[in-house]
């Protein structure tokens, strides 16, 4: 069992940067392919950038050449850095871990991004 917990959410300005990180404990965690997610009042929860096992990398279109997701598994986490954000941005943000190919998948608790002036 993996427990995620994010941290790195808050208030920035529009054109600012925002780094969330998301910390897990359990173990296995090389197996996990990673995802973040983020969903605005009113809207569904989408897909904002993913990273497999592997290191490939895929983004939304919204947050291509501004976010960037990595992993670090020594440290059992993975970030996402978001650079140039823009009032749209602003949600909750979830990380999520599963092991591909499989019905095991985990969700972090979230953490609110809020851009604004």
């Known amino acids: 069992q993996v427990q995620l917990v994010e941290s790195g959410g808050g208030l920035v300005q529009p054109g600012g940067s925002l780094r969330l990180s998301c910390e897990a404990s359990?173990?296995?965690?090389?197996?996990?392919?990673l995802g973040w997610y983020r969903q605005a009042p009113g809207k569904q929860r989408d897909l904002v950038a993913s990273?497999?096992?592997?290191?490939?990398?895929n983004y939304a279109d919204s947050v291509k050449g501004r976010f960037t997701i990595s992993r670090d598994n020594a440290k059992n986490a993975v970030y996402l850095q978001m650079s140039s954000l823009k009032p749209e941005d602003t949600a909750v943000y979830y990380c999520?871990?599963?092991?591909?190919?499989?019905?095991?998948?985990?969700w972090g608790q979230g953490t609110q991004v809020t851009v604004s002036s």
């Open positions: 990273i497999g096992r592997g290191g490939s990398t």
């Open positions: 999520k871990a599963n092991i591909p190919l499989t019905a095991t998948q985990y």
């Open positions: 359990g173990g296995m965690f090389s197996r996990y392919a």
